[in-house]
């Protein structure tokens, strides 16, 4: 596992140096846009609507459109922002475990201690397990303040971000305010039916089969020698090809990295991973 991130967890006068992972990934097969006929890559240019020009990745900023008005805010504008610039994961509050709604989890992360001796690091852990709270906590992370839940899985700390009160939508259903009547013998076969489908949940269990089946297809064609040469089909595009330069994500991800080098310094560093290039063979 990569760090993605470096930072400090405090509360009160306690410091606790921490390295941050994500802690999942994605399992699905990788999938491109290809020409049906010849197998070509499809790739997609970023046209300005103004000028008709092809823009490169590096010369995109953000803008906000109110009404009549757009607000460009440039990479310098965002960087400028003091939130960017923090590297703690603060303790807002420690709270009860059952206070915390699990549709509001979302992104979880490993927390690794960031120093020699891991004491305060165990110490909150073993904390968070005997007094059964959660810690609240706000960090910032890609240039965003997040609210995360602070809490305990095996030896590990997780940190896993909360969704925001107002990205919460109220279920309002008017069909359930109804009256509905259930017997008692409907309730008990309704629970005798749960019961014989009882069991200890273990996630080893179940597989994607889409993903599983997806893969069998892509080996059953190789085997069968349905492919196209990879290096033909997947070839860089030229800088100077007609309809201007193309950008693909690597190269995007290169230059915003290098431009976000020049534009400051003492920044978090911007980590990415290798992208695959496919082997494929031509059927002979």
């Given at each position: 596992?990569?760090t993605?991130w470096k930072?400090a967890?405090?509360?009160g006068?306690v410091?606790?140096p921490?390295?941050?992972?994500?802690?999942t990934?994605?399992h699905?097969?990788?999938?491109h846009q290809?020409h049906e006929?010849d197998g070509?890559r499809?790739?997609?240019?970023?046209?300005c609507?103004v000028?008709?020009?092809?823009?490169?990745y590096?010369?995109?900023?953000?803008?906000y459109?109110d009404g009549?008005?757009?607000v460009?805010?440039?990479?310098?504008?965002?960087?400028?922002?003091p939130?960017?610039?923090?590297r703690?994961i603060?303790?807002?509050?420690f709270v009860?475990?059952?206070q915390?709604?699990?549709?509001?989890?979302?992104?979880?992360?490993?927390?690794?201690?960031d120093?020699?001796s891991?004491?305060a690091?165990v110490?909150?852990?073993?904390t968070?397990?005997q007094?059964?709270?959660t810690a609240i906590?706000r960090?910032?992370?890609?240039q965003?303040?997040?609210?995360?839940?602070?809490r305990?899985?095996?030896k590990v700390l997780?940190?896993?971000t909360?969704?925001?009160a107002?990205e919460?939508?109220e279920?309002e259903?008017p069909?359930?305010?109804?009256?509905?009547r259930?017997?008692?013998?409907?309730?008990?076969?309704?629970?005798?039916?749960?019961?014989?489908?009882?069991s200890?949940f273990?996630p080893?269990?179940?597989?994607d089969e889409y993903?599983k089946?997806l893969r069998?297809l892509i080996?059953?064609?190789i085997?069968?020698g349905d492919?196209f040469d990879?290096a033909?089909?997947?070839a860089?595009?030229?800088?100077g090809?007609?309809?201007?330069?193309?950008?693909?994500?690597?190269?995007?991800l290169?230059?915003s990295v290098a431009?976000?080098?020049e534009?400051?310094s003492?920044?978090a560093?911007?980590e990415?991973?290798?992208?695959k290039?496919?082997?494929?063979?031509?059927a002979?």
């Amino acid at each position: 596992m990569r760090t993605i991130w470096k930072g400090a967890l405090t509360f009160g006068l306690v410091n606790v140096p921490v390295k941050v992972y994500s802690a999942t990934e994605d399992h699905d097969v990788p999938l491109h846009q290809v020409h049906e006929k010849d197998g070509g890559r499809i790739r997609y240019q970023r046209t300005c609507e103004v000028c008709g020009e092809t823009v490169a990745y590096a010369d995109i900023d953000r803008a906000y459109v109110d009404g009549e008005q757009t607000v460009v805010l440039t990479k310098d504008d965002l960087a400028s922002l003091p939130a960017e610039k923090s590297r703690e994961i603060d303790v807002v509050e420690f709270v009860p475990s059952e206070q915390v709604d699990l549709l509001t989890l979302d992104k979880p992360y490993y927390l690794e201690p960031d120093s020699k001796s891991p004491k305060a690091y165990v110490l909150l852990r073993k904390t968070l397990e005997q007094t059964d709270r959660t810690a609240i906590v706000r960090f910032t992370l890609r240039q965003k303040t997040r609210l995360a839940a602070l809490r305990v899985r095996g030896k590990v700390l997780v940190l896993q971000t909360l969704l925001w009160a107002d990205e919460v939508r109220e279920a309002e259903f008017p069909v359930l305010d109804e009256d509905v009547r259930i017997s008692k013998k409907e309730l008990e076969l309704s629970s005798s039916l749960v019961d014989s489908y009882s069991s200890d949940f273990d996630p080893e269990e179940y597989v994607d089969e889409y993903q599983k089946e997806l893969r069998t297809l892509i080996d059953a064609k190789i085997e069968a020698g349905d492919t196209f040469d990879a290096a033909e089909t997947f070839a860089e595009a030229d800088a100077g090809a007609e309809g201007g330069e193309v950008i693909d994500l690597m190269e995007a991800l290169r230059a915003s990295v290098a431009r976000s080098k020049e534009s400051r310094s003492g920044g978090a560093e911007a980590e990415e991973k290798p992208k695959k290039r496919s082997t494929k063979k031509k059927a002979g």
